[in-house]
């Protein structure tokens, strides 16, 4: 009897023991980004980030980088990413894929919620409107792009211009990338964000000079921060309260412009992307099946 006795009070030890090592168990938000440009360079400088939201939230928040927006697709579908910055058509594709949640949209310096693709070639181009652009290479960023391919596809695809059959398109890999390939000559014309000419001007000084605007596409939903399924409203809550307040303050802002431009957050709903769908239709993109 004492044997069995002791036998039930030493298992109650062990489990109040697990009980408490759960309990104490730190809580991690992983937050997904894209290299603007240099993957380390992107790490160093998302530190401060990292603290900054560690510190209103009262949660530990880690940084996880991908080489490509897809990565942080699908970390949020896999559970390895607990919220992402990323573009709107990144969003929808994590939307489709894994029910993630549009939470926040980013703010441009304008105080805007939406931005454009420019169609870019050089100064001295013999390229003086889009029909010029048959027979023409042109450089998109990267098939999961929204502004680097999806709108100024589609704004090719409205004009009458098959990409597939009228013109020969790369993939760059960055809009930095794609500016860089017009100027050195690979490319006859470039779709990029406005402005990339400025927001790169001390790797590109000659930019503005060398090159010119052909047209835009219409307004696009910008960077969204777009959070996994998993998280609860309250977690979600405070993550937003967290970004609009750092926003607010003049060394978070400094942080958010540098890193991606961002200057503020407005709370988003996915309807506002609605539009994204509807351009994948007309460039043929089956959401469900990327």
């Not at 607990?82 to 549009?102: C, H, K, M, Q, T």
């Not at 004009?159 to 809009?175: A, P, R």
């Not at 017009?182 to 000419?197: I, P, Q």
């Not at 060398?210 to 405070?238: C, F, Q, W």
Request: aromatic share 8%; charged share 25%.
């Amino acid at each position: 009897m004492q044997k069995r006795v002791l036998g039930i009070l030493i298992t109650a030890i062990i489990a109040s023991t697990l009980l408490i090592g759960c309990s104490n168990e730190e809580e991690v938000l992983t937050m997904g980004f894209v290299p603007m440009r240099d993957g380390e360079q992107l790490i160093e400088s998302l530190e401060p980030l990292e603290d900054m939201i560690s510190e209103e939230m009262g949660i530990t928040v880690e940084a996880f980088t991908a080489t490509n927006y897809v990565g942080v697709v699908e970390g949020l579908g896999s559970g390895q990413v607990d919220f992402g910055f990323i573009p709107p058509f990144a969003y929808v594709l994590a939307n489709a894929e894994s029910e993630a949640r549009v939470s926040l949209t980013v703010l441009n310096a304008s105080g805007e919620s939406s931005y454009r693709s420019q169609f870019l070639v050089r100064e001295d181009s013999d390229i003086e409107d889009f029909e010029d652009l048959y027979g023409k290479t042109l450089a998109f960023v990267d098939p999961s792009s929204t502004s680097g391919y999806l709108f100024p596809g589609a704004h090719l695809y409205d004009l009458g211009i098959d990409i597939e059959e009228d013109i020969t398109y790369l993939y760059s890999g960055g809009h930095d990338q794609s500016l860089q390939l017009l100027l050195s000559g690979d490319v006859d014309a470039a779709v990029t964000f406005v402005d990339v000419r400025e927001r790169y001007k001390d790797d590109f000084p000659d930019a503005m000079e060398k090159t010119r605007v052909l047209g835009y596409t219409m307004d696009i939903p910008n960077i969204s921060v777009t959070i996994s399924d998993s998280m609860d409203p309250e977690t979600e809550a405070r993550l937003q309260e967290a970004l609009i307040k750092i926003a607010d303050t003049e060394e978070g802002a400094e942080l958010l412009a540098e890193l991606f431009n961002i200057h503020g957050f407005v709370v988003a709903q996915d309807r506002d992307y609605d539009i994204i769908r509807d351009t994948a239709k007309t460039m043929n993109v089956d959401l469900s099946n990327q």
